[in-house]
């Protein structure tokens, strides 16, 4: 049977994965936990850390995003909201829809610009931006009808060229 490992482990993993999700690629993340083990061995919480790039994509997706979605509705509430999208292909020619949020917080009393998503998408059409943008309102939680504007960068910008 194996030993439970301690929150304050527990909370190391988080803590490292949510700096890693803020700041770096995921990559370095193997060599990161070894690197604690070896810099802080007289500490416990890292000596039982195990962090990889699994279990840190598991909670950065799992863990951290939910609570951040979260904190995110809170903050909108039932006020409208701008949707600002733009359109990327990658290396491989993969496309993707990039789409950011900008929203009065009351609690800060500022108008808050974040990301909300990345969403891949088959064709830079209309019809695909348009569902791509549909879905992810629906998947976030947030109502259509407290949609203010959107906002297009670049998006048809290789179809006149």
Known sequence: MKPEKSNKSNSAEGSLSLFIAAHTSILPVNHLGELCKNVFQGCDS???????????????????APHFNYDLLNSIGSGHYSILIDESTDISVIKFLGI??????????????TY?????????????????????????????????????????????I
Do not use: M, P, Q
Request: aromatic letters at 8%; charged letters at 20%; a positive charge.
């Open 100 to 113: 950011t949020i900008l929203y009065f917080s009351k609690e800060t009393g500022e108008v808050v610009s």
């Open 46 to 64: 890292a000596n039982e850390l195990k962090l990889h790039r699994s279990k840190c994509t598991n909670i950065i997706v799992n863990v951290l």
């Open 116 to 160: 909300l998503a990345l969403v891949k998408i088959t064709t830079c059409d209309a019809v695909s931006i348009t569902n791509a943008i549909l879905n992810t309102l629906k998947i976030k939680g947030l109502s259509i009808n407290k949609l203010a504007e959107f906002c297009l960068f670049n998006i048809f910008k290789s179809s006149f």
